[in-house]
């Protein structure tokens, strides 16, 4: 696997590197003073500063195992002297080391102007106590370091003796993101800005940069073991301070061990003490902090490696230092091994990179260090690379502390014309588990096909062999082939036929990818089902209308140069472009430096010159053929017929009397009663006529009667929980003395309950258990009836091993709107004594409902609530002794909805005690899978009948493992308020939570949960904000739901109200509006549209952005001069994006302004949406946006119209331009805060 471990060591050197940049930059464009310290210097305000702590400092960032990560909250003592009189109203700043934070603030970096909590500072003159400041508050310094602002209330003679106490406020920089040092603060005074500086040390909790190793890997042999690392506190053995060393479990340590076999930094130990499995030592002399040391045990101390190969920890931890430090030693058979020999039995593999390079990747078994070698071979009578081939010319990745992202060997030496050796460089360490990764230049010119390749090292003298791919450059004869190629046609099918340059593995997930022409209108939501890859269903299809990529997962393997058809029908609903010629392109895997291109001309289609309708007669029959399908067929301009019977053409129909015939919008004819009508068919300016006769049905001959009717059987036993339904059959006697089967309903026969809530009965006969009690069901047909007799017991009890403990219904209330959602469905659940629960919702299962209220809400035998008139009821549910009851108020349709109505599980029902469980663990089915994923590759993984994850070809930022995991009870986050369809699901990486491409989600639910008028519908859980956040998703099946997410995370499928506006079907912003629909951010009109081209306020559109970012409130009312005319709805919002620094005002008439109902301008609001970029640290790029208006864009917007272009968020209008002053609209604003969240992957 690629390592976090790897990413967690180069980020702090990256860091600290972009830190000392930035602020050098910034000394540069500031003119920042210099920097004087110690005391009494000449140029500063103070003769003295010192920095103090009350304990210990340590750098924050460390898992402590109790849930979360320390926060490290030092006591500090500033201590200072003025050199000159301060007086009140004077600032004293406090310049802070970069990457400090403080408790309160919600951000990941320091946040200026925020007040410090008065109990957190305490000041003393001469070391007596006296309140010196009326305001403290963090500052940025002129360099951008984090600062503190004393305000003085009073003055502070030069001399003074000052000591300022800071407690419970500031946090200590994240040890990820440091190199381990003293740490540097200034002061300075507002009447003079020249800062003096001091010293103080923060520590990391264990020893840094350590790294154990041994003189060989080779089990069960005594060695020398070595151990560098750089010291944090001081290790004094004056101080009793000592060095222990932890061995792995497993691994038996002499009885003792004498300290002459122990150097620490060249110097014997001074003493040596065996305890199990730990060595502890004391130093000679002092280790000073910040110092390199090194333990070297010689081979004479008799410790031997473990006996069996494997990855083992070694630990090093110190009597000084709260945590120890903990990195493995990877052991390899002693009869040698190679790089495939690793636990993770991970191969390795070799590919040919963009550049022509070969990049071999393998997991490491053991250490890898500098000095070492590595050494490649071809098969015999090839040429491995070029015979002038230089040690730069050998490029490593990934590798740890010290080395440059790219670093080279240090020397190489060719062993033969197909055999090369280079040694590693002098900084380079690698941990065992982790990547070895180089490339050499590839001059290896063969005829394509598959070659073995050897490596081996100086630690693994056994080959790993390795294949590698030789392939032509791109794929090969690529056609596109249209059904139909006319401009503007709809509903195209298309053919993608070419021979692959990869071989392609329907186990591994591999894709074909289809770049169409921007201008071809393709569906989001292709339904798999519309492809296929030669002859067979796609095993995955996916479209992003962003990037108009197609890509679809092959069902069967595909050799090197092998045909591949891809076939996309009609039903997939693809449109043709205007006229011209268009190009496409297609490459395997996303490999897009290997793709190859085709082209199709689009023309103008001939118009229709005539239209004829078929058959010209129909006979139809009441009692015989009563249906008609008609063809209508077009004559073209160019002398072609086109079949234009569906609607989808244009053609429409009309029956002169609809009461004798109708006709559907797709030419289907239906007889309705005897008579003649003529039907007109007609498409643009042409129409034919069909003449239509219905006769009437034939007479039963009269010497043929029913003489009467018997049902069967005549008693009907259901049980509740067991057999609950039952097939009645009717059959009819004749007068001729035959008989006849009439129980379906077509034959007049007719079914009725006596009770329905007992046992209904359909139209066909079916009886079907609602609750405990009899009825009777009355059969007739004509004249003629006869009576079934049905009783339906009780469902068992569970047996007593098995109990029932408790219940809960679901939603604990509900409120129903007439006119609106005027139903909802109940969930019943209980808890059994075995500690599962059961859903017990139907009726089937002896649960029964009954409405205190039926005037106002009434609730099937099922559990589904209705409204009947305004008001308010108590559902009663009951099963087995036990009670729930649910809340429901029925409101009139021209109420507001109530704002706090829980959606939440009841409370426990009542009931009696529970019996003691005897119940056996019963073996469950698997909760989770795991599975490697190569990034380069990409892949699928699947927990069988819940949920799977597709993963593209460079989605993950390194190789790494993905996990599928059902979320178990009690450690999933709260659905109140949201049906549940599911299981929720986690999505995990060992890469981390982001993604460079979407993911595929494919999750199972429970159709039978979605009620009429909703829908399924995919959420994840942002952990961040505590919330579900709506995705959408396309339902692939009968239970089956997929959805698009661009980070790993919890998913659950909710059943959401289905909402469509009118306005908006086929809008180019459709798919934005739904998304935003779906979390809540956006909501339509009355009468159902959404009107996506009105101009937003800026009250509406600052509510809109704080709902899609889950502002925290900020509590704190705005203080604009308008703020009384901000509608009520929108004032908590406006003051959380004040609150937050995305949103200012207008200055005016020297006060603040906000000007609610005020049009946003696209220039404001791309302000707006960079500074909330800007506030989540979202990565520039160097995309330049280049306008046709650029110039009439506002200097304070430039930047942010760059910054957001960069983000994809903005594009601009077809004709090149930006029109900063427009007016936004719904439609924009939805599509500017849609992309605004997809690039801060929510």
Known sequence: MVSAWLQKKLMPLRIVMTYALIAALLALVWDAP????????????????????????????????????????????????????????????????????????????????????????????????????????????????????????????????????????????????????????????SSNTAPLTAQHSIYMRSVANYYPDADTYATATTTGYHFKFTVMQKIDPADNARITIAFPQGMSLPASIGAYSVKINGTAASSAVVNGNQLILQPSVALPSYSGAAIDIDASAQIKNPA???????????????????????????????????????????????????????????????????????????????????????????????????????????LADNQLQFILPSNYYLEPDYHLVFQLPNRFDQKYGTYDMQVTTSRTTKPATVPLLIAPPTVQNFTVTAGVKWAGASQVPYAFHFQTNVPLSADDGNTVTIVFPPQIAVPSGINPSSVT???????????????????????????????????????????????????????????????????????????????????????????????????????????????????????????SDANVAVVTADGLLQAKREGQAIVTV????????????????????????????????????????????????????????????????????????????????????LVQAKREGRATVTVTNGSYSDTVQVAVEKADVPPPSVSVTDISAAPKAVELKLGGTVSRQLQVTVRLSDGTAKDVTAATYGTSYSSSNTTAVTVTADGLIQAKQEGQAIIAVAYGGYTAAVNVTVRAANSESSSDTNYGSSGGGTGPAPAPSTASTVPQKPQSVEREIIASRGGTVELNGVASVTIPAGALPKDGTVKVAVVKAGESPSTAGRESLG?????????????????????????????????????????????????????????????????????????????????????????????????????????????????????????????????????????????????????????????AGIIQGYEEKGAPWFKPEQPFTRAELVVVLARILEQNSANRTKEIAGFTDQKDIPDWAQQAVQATFAKKIISGYPDGSFRPGNHVTRAEAAKMIYMLLDSLSM
């Not at 009073?154 to 440091?178: E, M, W």
């Open 34 to 189: 210099a920097r004087a310290s110690g005391s009494g210097l000449s140029g500063s305000s103070f003769n003295q500063f010192s920095v103090t702590a009350e304990d210990t400092v340590y750098y924050s960032g460390y898992w402590l195992g109790s849930g979360n990560y320390t926060k490290e909250t030092p006591v500090y003592h500033f201590a200072f002297s003025p050199a000159e009189e301060l007086q009140a109203g004077d600032t004293i700043q406090v310049q802070l080391p970069y990457q400090y934070n403080f408790l309160g603030n919600s951000g990941f970096f320091w946040s200026p102007n925020v007040a410090v909590p008065a109990a957190s500072v305490k000041s003393t003159v001469g070391g007596a106590a006296d309140s010196l400041f009326d305001a403290v508050t963090t500052q940025l310094s002129p360099d951008w370091h984090p600062a503190l602002a004393f305000r003085l209330s009073k003055i502070v003679p030069a001399g003074a003796s000052v000591d300022i106490r800071l407690a419970n406020f500031l946090i200590t920089p994240d040890y990820h993101h440091r190199s381990p040092g003293i740490e540097e603060f200034a002061i300075a005074a």
């Open 308 to 414: 069996s190969p494997g990855y083992y920890d070694f630990t090093l931890s110190t009597s000084v230092d709260p945590l120890p430090a903990t990195r493995r030693i990877g052991i390899i058979s002693s009869s040698g091994a190679s790089l495939a020999d690793n636990p993770s039995r991970d191969k390795g593999y070799i590919s040919i990179e963009p550049t022509g390079n070969l990049r071999f990747m393998f997991t490491s078994p053991t250490i890898l260090k500098a000095g070492d070698t590595v050494t490649v071979t071809s098969p015999p009578g090839t040429l491995l690379t070029d015979p002038s081939v230089s040690p730069g010319d050998i490029r490593l990745e990934w590798p740890s502390e010290g080395l440059e992202l790219d670093g080279t060997a240090a020397s190489i030496t060719r």
């Open 533 to 655: 890859v030669n002859g067979l269903p796609a095993q995955s299809v996916s479209y992003s209308g962003f990037t108009h990529i197609l890509m679809v997962g092959i069902p069967k393997d595909i050799p090197l140069l092998g045909d591949v058809t891809v076939a996309v029908s009609a039903n997939a609903g693809l449109t043709n472009p205007a006229p011209g010629t268009y190009s496409f392109s297609v490459f395997p895997n996303w490999d897009d430096y290997m793709k190859a291109q085709a082209s199709i001309e689009y023309g103008t289609e001939p118009v229709v010159t005539g239209i004829s309708a078929a058959p010209k007669e129909v006979r139809l029959k009441l009692g015989g053929t009563v249906v008609q399908q008609l063809q209508a067929t077009a004559r073209l301009s160019d002398g072609t017929a086109k079949d234009v019977t569906a609607a989808a053409y244009g053609t429409l129909y009309g029956s």
């Open 682 to 765: 007609t498409n643009g300016s042409y129409s034919d006529t069909v003449q239509v006769a219905v006769e009437k049905a034939d007479v039963p001959p009269p010497t043929v009667k029913v003489t009467g009717i018997s049902a069967a059987p005549k008693e009907v036993r259901l049980k509740l929980g067991g057999t609950i339904v039952q097939q009645l059959q009717t059959t009819a006697r004749l007068s001729d003395g035959t008989a006849k089967d009439v129980t379906a309903a077509t034959y007049g026969t007719l079914y009725s309950s006596s009770d329905a809530n007992v046992a209904n009965v359909t139209a066909d006969g």
């Open 983 to 1139: 299981s929720i699901v986690e999505f995990a990486s060992t890469t981390g939570p982001f993604v460079g491409q979407p993911l595929k989600l494919t999750l199972t639910y429970d159709a039978s949960k979605v009620g009429a008028g909703s829908k399924p519908a995919v959420y994840y859980y942002n952990e961040t904000f505590a919330r579900w956040i709506y995705l959408g998703g396309s339902v692939t099946g009968n239970g089956q739901i997929t959805a698009e997410s661009k980070r790993f995370a919890k998913i659950a499928v909710f059943s959401t109200r289905l909402t469509s506006f009118s306005d908006m079907t086929g809008h180019w912003a459709a798919i934005y509006v739904d998304r935003l629909l779906g979390m809540g951010v956006v909501h339509g009109f009355e009468d159902g549209t959404f009107r996506p081209d009105q101009t937003v306020t800026r009250a509406q559109l600052v509510k809109m952005i704080a709902d899609a970012l889950a502002l925290k409130a900020s509590g704190t009312p705005t203080r604009f001069a308008d703020r009384d005319s901000v509608p009520d709805w929108a004032k908590d919002a406006i003051a959380d994006a004040v609150q």
